[in-house]
């Protein structure tokens, strides 16, 4: 069984300021990891994900995550945030032959002016 | 390409009525398709998933059902809504090859209001 750990369910943060979403998850075989955004009444996007070989990964908007496989992390960073950031991000899970990803609660992050 | 569209966009619907919620793929053939459900200021729970034609799972026991009539199309529905079926429905699809890592895909949702 996978599960995925958000610890942060709100995260504010000023403008250009750095930011960092925690990610932790559990399983017994070898992952892939995914970091999603949903914009208000959207779908979710796909920011970045991990499935092997080098484990800083960058994806759009400016986001990276690090793979961490002994604490079992993919935190989300920015080094400067902007208001266009304000959405809810979802890290997911899943592994080889496995059709379901494994979700976390979200994180909604907040950009103050 | 590969597009998702998912309707209609928002829906109210009085409890007890009956409803069905369409979504489809475009630019793929057989696709894993999934339906997920957000209720407010709550995450995601995965209610249907589909490896093909006439082979759905249920991930959580309630009054919805779901239905592939075709390959790339997924429908869910309900006989009758209760007030707790509202919330935002998300439509997903991945790759079936092993090499997709099952990375989903999602439509715009459909925002339901049972009144």
């Known amino acids: 069984a996978q599960s995925v750990t958000q610890l942060d369910s709100q995260v504010p943060v000023f403008e250009e300021a750095p930011v960092e979403l925690r990610c932790n998850y559990s399983s017994s075989v070898s992952v892939y990891l995914f970091w999603y955004v949903q914009y208000p009444n959207q779908g979710l996007q796909l920011l970045l994900k991990?499935?092997?070989?080098?484990?800083l990964v960058k994806g759009i908007n400016g986001f990276e995550a690090e793979f961490n496989k002994s604490q079992t992390s993919f935190h989300l960073r920015k080094p400067s945030v902007h208001i266009s950031d304000t959405a809810e991000y979802f890290c997911?899970?899943?592994?080889?032959?496995?059709?379901?990803?494994?979700f976390g609660t979200g994180t909604r992050l907040t950009i103050i002016p | 390409s590969q597009t998702i569209h998912q309707w209609p966009a928002t829906l109210v619907q009085p409890v007890g009525s009956p409803l069905s919620l369409e979504c489809t793929v475009e630019g793929t053939s057989n696709p894993n398709l999934y339906w997920y459900r957000q209720a407010a200021g709550r995450g995601l729970q995965l209610l249907f998933y589909?490896?093909?034609?006439?082979?759905i799972s249920s991930e959580v026991p309630q009054n919805l059902s779901a239905s592939r009539p075709q390959d790339r199309q997924f429908i869910l529905s309900s006989k009758k809504l209760l007030l707790s079926d509202s919330g935002f429905y998300l439509c997903?699809?991945?790759?079936?090859?092993?090499?997709?890592?099952?990375?989903?895909?999602f439509g715009p949702g459909t925002r339901l209001t049972v009144l």
């Open positions: 997903a699809w991945s790759a079936t090859h092993l090499s997709s890592y099952n990375e989903q895909f």
């Open positions: 991990y499935l092997s070989g080098s484990t």
């Open positions: 589909s490896i093909g034609i006439d082979q």
């Open positions: 997911a899970v899943g592994s080889f032959g496995n059709e379901k990803l494994t």
